[in-house]
């Protein structure tokens, strides 16, 4: 499996600030994901993000609020865009392996306050 | 759409008791089933995995689980816990038919160990 780095893996951040998160994938994936994870609660699937193609949101979630780039088989961004305290959560980048197992592998996740 | 329901949102147990997580799923569809644990601030790591044929299934840290589709169920078991099993654990679905498929995740079990 590949390993996935993410960067910054905590920050605190002002309300109505924005904050890029970063994805990388040692080795080359088709599709990643974006998660998120509120306080106490469950991961909740924000985008799939495909190299060459734009994001597919999942509903709730919307380009200006989360805009992702996927330049390239291996990395990814995330933007938390104008932050308020209600975006305070854990963003998790993740992809599927291949061969069909669709066996999720996630990297440490970024913390992230917003204050 | 899949979802996946834990039963228990917290399970205490003292040391070296069994335990049971409880997790449903629903889907009109054959799925893949996982179950993920969170130690305390880090990320997700697979315990295991269903795919197809044995229902029972071993994972990791002596972990097994049993995919029952008459009642659409893959509950998690170990017979005997320690203090560092106290994590927050996660059953998650997958549809089968589609590849690269994204995850939905229950609601969390939060497993406590008590010595």
């Known amino acids: 499996s590949a390993v996935i780095s993410q960067k910054p893996s905590r920050d605190i951040c002002q309300r109505g600030t924005s904050l890029t998160i970063q994805c990388q994938v040692d080795s080359q994936v088709t599709m990643m994901f974006w998660y998120r994870q509120q306080p106490g609660q469950s991961l909740t699937l924000i985008a799939t993000a495909n190299q060459g193609s734009e994001a597919t949101y999942e509903s709730g979630f919307v380009i200006d609020k989360f805009p992702i780039s996927r330049p390239n088989l291996t990395f990814s961004t995330l933007t938390v865009s104008n932050m308020s305290p209600e975006d305070s959560s854990i963003y998790l980048c993740?992809?599927?392996?291949?061969?069909?197992?669709?066996?999720?592998?996630f990297g440490q996740g970024t913390r992230l306050t917003v204050v | 759409a899949q979802s996946v329901t834990q039963l228990d949102s917290q399970v205490p147990v003292f040391e070296e008791a069994p335990v049971e997580l409880r997790c449903n799923y629903s889907s009109s569809v054959s799925v893949y089933l996982f179950w993920y644990v969170q130690y305390p601030n880090q990320g997700l790591q697979l315990l295991l995995k269903y795919l197809s044929g044995s229902t029972l299934v071993k994972g990791i840290n002596g972990f097994e689980a049993e995919f029952n589709k008459s009642q659409t169920s893959f509950h998690l078991r170990k017979p005997s816990v320690h203090i560092s099993d106290t994590a927050e654990y996660f059953c998650?679905?997958?549809?089968?038919?589609?590849?690269?498929?994204?995850?939905?995740f229950g609601e969390g079990t939060q497993l406590t160990v008590n010595p």
């Open positions: 998650a679905v997958s549809v089968k038919e589609t590849s690269g498929s994204r995850l939905t």
């Open positions: 993740t992809y599927m392996s291949s061969g069909g197992t669709t066996e999720a592998f």
